[in-house]
């Protein structure tokens, strides 16, 4: 269950500071507000879990699921890898280690 909160955790550090480069970058304020909101959320997750709370895993792996899907579409019209890729891989290991770390 460790793994699956550090999965977590780090995927809503990478979300926060992929938000603020964007932001940077491009002035996009959507890439800061939505970076900062999902980041927030993984971290929540992670730590409501941490915490013994049942479900933070379960915040964290929809929020997860909800990014690879928009960073699906984005690397599709875009045809960027980056930060698409990145996030897109970055989201389906996520997903991967909560999933396995699951109690059985």
Known sequence: ??????????YGILSIVG????YAQAQSKIS??????????LILGGALEWF???????LAA????VLVVVFAV????????????LMIVAG?????????AQPT
């Open 1 to 10: 269950m460790i793994s699956g909160i550090i999965a977590a955790i780090a």
């Open 19 to 22: 938000g603020i480069m964007g």
């Open 32 to 41: 800061l507000i939505s970076g900062s909101i999902s980041g927030i959320l």
């Open 52 to 58: 013994g709370v049942t479900g933070g895993l379960i």
């Open 62 to 65: 929809i929020v997860a699921a």
């Open 74 to 85: 984005r690397l599709f019209k875009t045809r960027k890898l980056m930060p698409a890729g």
């Open 92 to 100: 389906v290991v996520t997903l991967l280690v909560i999933w396995l």
